[in-house]
């Protein structure tokens, strides 16, 4: 816990030398791939110490993570020719699973939900041919499939993801659908994942009560 601590401060002096961090908050800023790495590993340790409320803070200034000082195209000199966002995808899952933390699991869920639907969207622009974002590929069939097993490792992420928020919602039936799609994604964690639904059903079945 101390080492984690030790690792936030560290984020943070980082992140200042960076020009962000302490007292940047409201100022103009220009991110970086390094930038926004850094604040997601600040962020993670902050909700891995339980420390939602600080996290929630952290978080306020990047908005719904799609404003246009995230992008590549918002540097042209810094990234010519890159295309997309430079929010890492594990802090766009972080950003959406700390509502559950907060207390506001369905904030959660449509959150993941909106994640899902672009994952979904980018897989199936991949698996027609197509680049990312739909326009003509140029990329190599090697370069494409390596596409489509990202994307659908990430979708199977969502996945998870959206099944734990609705166990914590007590949705048991739609919890355990959506672990059993998480096995189309990550066929080789199939035991981990049946074993957590058997729980689950054991969970719904009612106890006997005494007599």
């Known amino acids: 816990c101390r080492n984690w601590r030790a690792a936030v401060d560290l984020c943070g002096r980082l992140l200042t030398a960076h020009g962000q961090g302490y007292g940047k908050s409201g100022l103009p800023t220009s ?10 590993v600040r962020l993670a340790l902050l909700v891995k110490l339980g ?8 978080f306020e200034p990047f908005g719904n993570l799609d404003q246009p000082d995230l992008y590549y195209e918002y540097y042209p000199h810094v990234y010519p ?4 966002s430079m929010v890492p995808f594990s802090m766009r899952i972080l950003h959406a699973e700390l509502q559950q933390y907060l207390g506001n699991p369905q904030e959660s869920l449509d959150r993941l939900h909106k994640v899902k639907t672009v994952c979904s969207k980018i897989l199936a622009n991949l698996e027609q041919g197509l680049a990312e974002d739909g326009g003509i590929s140029s ?9 489509v097993r990202l994307w659908r490792s990430r979708l199977g ?6 099944a734990n928020c609705l166990l914590l919602m007590k949705d048991y039936v739609l919890a355990v659908e959506a672990y059993h799609s998480v096995i189309k994604y990550y066929p080789e964690q199939e035991p981990q994942l049946l074993s ?8 719904r079945v009612p106890s006997p009560r005494a007599e």
């Open 196 to 203: 957590g639904i058997g729980r689950i059903s054991l969970q």
């Open 157 to 162: 992420r969502v996945m998870y993801s959206m």
């Open 139 to 147: 990329v190599t069939q090697e370069g494409r499939q390596a596409s």
């Open 51 to 58: 420390l939602f409320q600080n996290a929630e803070m952290e």
């Open 81 to 84: 020719g890159r295309r997309g």
């Open 31 to 40: 991110h970086t791939t390094d930038s926004l790495q850094l604040w997601f």
